[in-house]
């Protein structure tokens, strides 16, 4: 089993940057691993992935603002987050898959305003 805790969090203005963190119990290395979010009164929508062999894929509305990575040393992965707009405003979960194996982390707020 592993266990998925996100950081990073918080209250930034319209433009700013936040990086969050997702560190797990164990080993990441054979994990598919992503970002999804999800806004007060809206579905949980994915926003980044990247996978064992470190293929990346961004949502349309996140391409060119956030970088997804990863460090299998540290058990780590992380989302970049650049030119945030309020749109951004959502709790952030991080997901880690292996085959029929999903799990989650609790989220971390996320808020963009002046």
């Known amino acids: 089993q592993v266990q998925l805790v996100e950081s990073g969090g918080g209250l930034v203005q319209p433009g700013g940057s936040l990086r969050l963190s997702c560190a797990a119990s164990?080993?990441?290395?054979?994990?598919?691993l992503g970002w999804y979010r999800q806004a007060p009164g809206k579905q949980r929508e994915w926003v980044a992935s990247?996978?064992?062999?470190?293929?990346?894929t961004y949502a349309d509305s996140e391409q060119g603002r956030f970088t997804i990575s990863r460090d299998n040393g540290k058990n780590t992965m992380y989302l970049q987050m650049n030119s945030l707009k309020p749109d951004d405003t959502a709790v952030y979960y991080c997901n880690a898959r292996r085959g029929v194996l999903t799990y989650w982390g609790q989220g971390t707020q996320v808020t963009v305003s002046s």
């Open positions: 990247i996978t064992s062999g470190s293929k990346i």
């Open positions: 164990g080993s990441i290395t054979l994990y598919a």
